[in-house]
């Protein structure tokens, strides 16, 4: 693979002679010193390797143009060249002058040229018609499928149609896709977070007010402790990885990995802590009680910013070492061991992915994680925070823009006020909205204004008795828009749900896992999406920074854009008008840059409305410019600005702020990306002060907690006058989230004050089933002697529209005949559900097998050999045929599965159900054909990291 040399600015520049700078050659003419100093070092010897694939002979007269793009697969946002001749992506490279990855890539990245001319992509519309795909016109496809959800509105609601969203689509798309679904008039929408850190952003958001990643990989570099707790970022984030392992070098930081499994990152560890899947909250609050026992927690930290310690000593002092060690298996020498390594290394930071999220406790183990943090104090200063990894490319910017089922974008909610906000942005009549909903009640509640049901669970909105259902009737018909089915649980019901739906339409690059594991005959559609490598617009990083990508290639076979697809629908519908009031359609494509703006006019709750698509492409031009270890820009178009302008970034555009780059830093004025934690909660509990308590941003002239700025909180203030008469016009009555003109934000930032107010974050959320975070074992436990002390919650009657098993299901013991825990997590070669990975050679030929990891002492007992087949049963009954990997790097009674394989199920090959010359290149079972039942007590996040299972030979 070849690379494009750079000139003095960092852009690609063609090579006189038309082919290129090899890497090779690269290195061997800097011999690593200069520019290429840089780039190793952050790499590592490691990541240094000399490409041996064939390089094809590129005609020297053919132009060449280079476009900058970010990489699709993980969410640490690297910078990639692509190298363009004659509308063919020829080469690419690592962006060595992007500000997070600095010429890193992983695997994925490094072969993303592949994603995009992938020969395997569905290259027109098919329907399945007696069991065989069919081509169809787009024009066809878009009126037979119009035809039949329109009949399925009139005859069972808005409801039965479920858009299922995607955490691939861009900003813009993910917006867009919320919007159509809300003019539709169900909230029955929602994408991958729900089952990736949905129960992060339920436990962080509900503790200190906003539920995103605190800090950012590059400030990382200033960490003297990181604890990693259900986190592989050495094989899910490899260049957020290096990051670390800058803390580790430079500042000799302690690296703790807790996780059941020994995996590449606990192997880059200072102290690696095996525990026992699932008592994550056990684990921290035995941190915790020797933290307190010892007088270690930042007290005056505590004093000013937190409220509702006092009620967590009281739950932490029943851990004491010997229940810990009882619960998780962790003694009490390790405990104390990590718990001082914390203590006495900070700042401090923490890092967790789906191994703490994906729990029916997940809400508990992310505020658990968070309390830690603030007992530390180690929340609002470089070096510290909470910085969560996410799983996509725009899994935050999808989550940021609303396509989930329980809010509007920007985190709004369903209330009639967040509807009166978004109509006002959309210039569209609130009634003609509502009247686009059911208009029935369910339980007492109106679907406009009631949570949809959730990604995990639509296999129930399916199945479900329609009586049990907080809607007109059952899903009828499903749009999987860019998602990956086998990543979600219970896949043997899951397949009888395909089977009952009325239709399937499946929008997608790749045919997935869904077109081919149900036994359907007919009532399927396959519509071939673009990649984001054929469009272009804006992407939100796993540290909030919205990166710009250019188009690389024009759309390819019959693949039209998703934005593209989302208008035509729309135009079928009858809703395009009211769809793109604002937003200009050329040539039958919305055009990208006014949809940005749209949202943001409108998503002033997190501070998603100064980065302006001009402002935007300023950044991305401009890579070069900013500072590895601060991401704050050194001149240029962007003098002063922080990549990306991670949000919130206040105001409008035209206010020029800078970006957050890190959440509740009090050290620097609001003005230049300081903030305190969110008044969100309100003012006072139990006549206990909420605010916080002589804590305020450098140069506020509020030098104290205070309530959120509205309308009557200026005036009380006397700053009301400040604002412009067209500014007090649109902000009389509202609040600093509801004022489309931004002067609340405006003046209150002129004072040095945030926007939100100023209080205290809370260790304490009395709106959740436990006030303070309980270890509670899993629905599937193999450890019945601790229920008496820790069992789970009652059934739950209505949770999302659905009924929800808890207690039913833990009372019966499983364990006898299923005795081995079952775990499952990811691989550096695949991602998600692994269809686009696994249709790609390069990282084909790395992977070829799914497997099950297992202990040598159960392999033994098991008469298992390493290499084998063998059939892994879930506690409900599905099985899976995979090859043993017999390892110590999995515990006794516990065996781990990778989740990025689908076309098999139980044990039969499904590629030829595929459309001829779509089957991945890899096809293996789906991790989530064992996998059980089992959802968040807050979100309905899917329990996917501890369950049961046994083991046979094959």
Not at 399 to 427: F, I, N
Not at 505 to 514: E, Q
Not at 858 to 865: G, P, S, Y
């Amino acid at each position: 693979m070849k690379l494009t040399k750079k000139n003095a600015n960092g852009a690609g520049k063609a090579d006189s002679k038309g082919l290129g700078l090899s890497r090779r050659t690269f290195l061997k003419n800097t011999g690593i010193t200069t520019g290429g100093l840089a780039a190793a070092g952050f790499m590592g010897n490691g990541m240094i390797r000399q490409a041996e694939a064939k390089t094809e002979t590129i005609s020297p007269d053919v132009p060449k143009e280079v476009k900058r793009t970010i990489c699709s697969h993980c969410s640490v946002g690297c910078g990639v060249y692509a190298e363009v001749q004659n509308g063919v992506w020829t080469y690419q490279e690592p962006a060595f002058d992007h500000p997070f990855n600095r010429g890193a890539h992983c695997a994925k990245g490094a072969s993303l040229r592949e994603h995009g001319h992938g020969e395997r992509r569905l290259k027109y519309p098919m329907k399945l018609v007696n069991g065989k795909w069919q081509k169809v016109s787009w024009e066809t496809a878009i009126d037979e499928i119009g035809d039949k959800v329109q009949q399925i509105r009139q005859e069972s609601g808005p409801d039965s149609v479920y858009w299922l969203g995607s955490a691939k689509h861009s900003n813009e798309q993910a917006y867009l896709f919320r919007k159509f679904a809300s003019l539709w008039g169900t909230n029955n929408v929602d994408h991958q977070a729900r089952i990736c850190h949905s129960t992060t952003v339920s436990g962080v958001a509900n503790t200190w007010g906003y539920g995103a990643m605190t800090n950012s990989f590059n400030d990382m570099h200033n960490c003297k402790s990181v604890i990693l707790i259900g986190s592989n970022p050495s094989e899910a984030h490899p260049v957020a990885m290096q990051h670390v392992l800058l803390a580790k070098e430079r500042n000799n930081a302690k690296i703790i990995v807790v996780d059941p499994r020994f995996t590449r990152t606990a192997a880059k560890a200072n102290e690696y802590v095996r525990i026992r899947p699932g008592s994550d909250v056990a684990y921290v609050w035995g941190l915790l009680w020797h933290i307190f026992e010892n007088g270690w927690e930042d007290k005056e930290f505590i004093r000013q910013r937190v409220y509702g310690m006092d009620e967590v000593r009281q739950e932490v002092a029943n851990w004491t070492p010997a229940e810990v060690e009882n619960v998780t298996g962790v003694g009490e020498e390790q405990m104390r061991k990590v718990a001082k390594m914390l203590a006495t290394n900070r700042p401090g930071s923490i890092v967790w992915c789906m191994g703490g999220t994906q729990h029916t406790t997940g809400s508990n183990n992310t505020r658990a994680y968070c309390i830690l943090m603030l007992a530390l104090g180690n929340m609002g200063v470089s070096g510290g925070g909470a910085n969560i990894f996410r799983g996509h490319d725009n899994v935050q910017g999808a989550t940021d823009l609303g396509v989930l089922s329980h809010t509007l974008p920007g985190y709004y909610g369903l209330a009639a006020g967040a509807w009166k906000h978004w109509a006002g942005v959309w210039d569209l009549d609130l009634e003609w909205i509502k009247s686009r909903f059911d208009q029935g009640k369910y339980r007492g509640k109106q679907p406009m204004y009631n949570s949809g049901i959730p990604v995990s669970r639509w296999v129930d909105g399916v199945l479900e008795n329609k009586d049990q259902i907080e809607q007109k009737d059952n899903i009828r018909a499903m749009f999987y828009w860019g998602h990956a089915v086998n990543s979600q649980t219970r896949g043997v019901e899951m397949k009888k749900a395909m089977e009952k739906l009325d239709m399937m339409v499946i929008v997608d690059p790749y045919p997935t896992h869904a077109a081919v594991m149900h036994d359907r005959k007919d009532g399927v559609y396959l519509l071939p999406a673009c990649t984001q490598f054929e469009t272009y617009g804006s992407v939100t990083a796993s540290n909030r920074s919205i990166q710009w990508r250019d188009q690389v290639i024009e759309p390819l076979f019959e693949s039209k854009t998703d934005h593209e697809i989302m208008y035509r629908f729309a135009k079928k519908l009858g809703f395009a008008d009211q769809l793109f009031k604002k937003i200009r359609v050329e040539n039958n494509i919305p055009v990208i840059e006014d949809i940005t703006r749209e949202f943001n006019s409108g998503m002033w709750t997190i501070g998603y409305s100064a980065q302006s698509p001009e402002r935007l492409k300023d950044h991305q031009k401009n890579w070069h410019t900013f500072d590895f270890e601060t991401l704050k820009a050194d001149g240029g178009a962007a003098d002063g600005d922080f990549y990306g302008m991670p949000w919130p970034c206040w105001g409008t555009p035209e206010m020029r702020h800078p970006g957050t780059p890190l959440l509740y830093d009090t050290s620097k004025p609001v003005a230049e990306g300081g903030l305190n934690f969110r008044a969100r909660f309100g003012v006072e509990r139990d006549g206990v002060n909420l605010l916080a308590e002589d804590s305020y941003p450098v140069g506020a002239d509020i030098k104290d907690g205070h309530p959120e700025f509205s309308d009557k909180l200026l005036k009380q203030l006397g700053w009301w006058d400040e604002l412009t008469p067209e500014e007090k016009k649109a902000a009389e009555g509202k609040n600093w989230k509801t004022d489309l003109s931004g002067g609340i934000q405006r003046v209150a930032i002129k004072h040095g004050c945030a926007p939100f107010g100023n209080a205290k974050a809370r260790a304490v959320v009395w709106t959740f089933p436990d006030k303070v975070p309980l270890h509670r074992e899993p629905l599937y436990t193999p450890r019945r002697d601790l229920l008496s002390k820790y069992a789970t919650w009652k059934d739950v009657q209505s949770h999302y529209r659905l009924p929800t098993l808890y207690e039913s299901i833990q009372k019966q013991d499983f364990s006898k005949e299923y005795p081995i825990i079952l775990t499952s997590g990811r691989l550096v070669e695949y991602e998600g559900g692994g269809e686009e990975t696994r249709s790609n050679p390069w990282l084909a030929e790395l992977q070829q097998e799914m497997f099950a990891e297992i202990n040598p002492y159960d392999a033994n007992n098991l008469n298992v050999r390493d290499g084998a087949d063998v059939w892994v049963e879930g506690a409900e009954g599905g099985r899976i045929k995979v090859k043993a990997m017999v390892t110590r790097r999995v515990d006794r009674g516990v065996v781990f599965i990778p989740f990025h394989f689908g076309g098999k199920f139980q044990g039969k090959d499904l590629t030829d159900k595929y459309p001829q010359g779509s089957a991945p290149y890899v096809v293996g079972e789906a991790a989530n054909t064992a996998t059980t039942y089992g959802y968040d007590s807050v979100t309905q996040m899917q329990e996917t990291k501890v369950t049961l299972c046994k083991v046979t030979p094959a």
